[in-house]
């Protein structure tokens, strides 16, 4: 016997519609977000029945327990299939409903789940990046800092790199002292960030591997290593 399942996530529970296509019948479940609880729900059902998700921020376990029921995973554009389902209200069982009539009608529009070894390593370029801002909120406080005080350096080059980091240390003796105490500390916090940086690129290029499509997007003026591993990991294979 055939399923189609409808899965409307939030934070604290999933409203599920269940289609049993031979009989024509549809019945609603909410399961609250215990663990293990969406895999014990979906176990009843066939292997291989299809899952239609709408996309939420908490979905990487979701999908998890989906597969490790056997079921297949489906996740929905949340905008393409909002327009499609034409709800007028919104509510959990129309939405779950929605999405397993459009999933039955063979016309839900999906995107590419990756892989959950990938979803793990996309952490890694996603980390650095968010640690990057930091970095650069940090380098533009110091800046403005200075300029409060209108304190510059006479090198064009990186101030905060080997060759400028001598005279921005001397120029911060003019600061007032807390001042002063303020942006020791900034630099100090910059510097244990860039040793973070440095260790979690190393990994990077340690933990994955530089595939053929990797190579590829070197060849692209200024893709380098680390570039062509983020858009490796968010686009995957097209």
């Given at each position: 016997?055939?399923?189609?399942?409808?899965?409307d996530?939030?934070?604290?529970?999933?409203?599920?519609?269940?289609?049993?296509?031979?009989?024509k019948?549809?019945k609603?479940?909410?399961?609250?977000?215990?663990?293990?609880?969406?895999?014990?729900?979906?176990?009843?059902?066939?292997?291989g029945?299809?899952?239609?998700?709408?996309?939420?921020?908490?979905?990487y376990w979701i999908?998890?327990?989906?597969?490790q029921?056997?079921?297949?995973?489906?996740?929905?554009?949340?905008?393409?299939?909002?327009?499609m389902?034409?709800n007028?209200?919104?509510t959990d069982?129309?939405?779950t409903?929605g999405?397993a009539?459009l999933l039955?009608?063979g016309?839900?529009p999906?995107?590419?789940i990756a892989p959950?070894?990938?979803r793990d390593?996309?952490e890694?370029?996603?980390?650095?990046?968010a640690?990057c801002?930091?970095r650069?909120?940090?380098k533009?406080r110091?800046?403005?800092?200075?300029?409060?005080?209108?304190?510059?350096?006479?090198?064009?080059?990186d101030?905060?790199?080997?060759?400028?980091?001598?005279?921005?240390?001397?120029?911060?003796?003019?600061?007032?002292?807390?001042?002063?105490?303020?942006?020791?500390?900034?630099l100090?916090?910059?510097?244990?960030?860039?040793?973070q940086l440095?260790?979690?690129?190393?990994?990077?290029?340690?933990?994955i591997?530089?595939t053929?499509?990797m190579?590829?997007?070197k060849?692209?003026?200024?893709v380098?290593d680390?570039?062509?591993?983020?858009?490796?990991?968010?686009?995957?294979?097209?």
């Open positions: 016997m055939k399923y189609i399942i409808g899965c996530a939030h934070k604290h529970y999933s409203q599920f519609a269940v289609y049993n296509e031979k009989e019948k549809f609603q479940k909410r399961v609250d977000h215990e663990p293990g609880a969406i895999r014990n729900f979906l176990s009843e059902f066939p292997e029945t299809q899952v239609a998700l709408e996309s939420i921020g908490n979905w999908v998890d327990e989906i597969e029921a056997g079921c297949q995973a489906l996740m929905a554009h949340a905008a393409k299939a909002k327009v389902m034409g007028v209200n919104k069982k129309l939405d409903r999405l009539t039955r009608n016309t839900l999906t995107v590419w959950g070894e990938v390593e996309r890694l370029p996603r980390t650095r990046m640690l801002k930091i650069v909120a940090l533009n110091i800046h403005a800092t200075l300029a409060k005080y209108n304190l510059s350096l006479e090198t064009a080059s101030v905060f790199g080997a060759k400028g980091s001598d005279e921005l240390r001397e120029v911060m003796q003019s600061l007032p002292a807390e001042t002063q105490k303020c942006v020791e500390q900034e100090e916090l910059l510097e244990g960030l860039q040793g440095n260790s979690m690129e190393e990994r990077m290029r340690e933990r591997s530089m053929p499509t190579q590829l997007l060849t692209l003026p200024g380098g680390i570039l062509s591993i983020v858009i490796g990991c968010e686009i995957g294979s097209i």
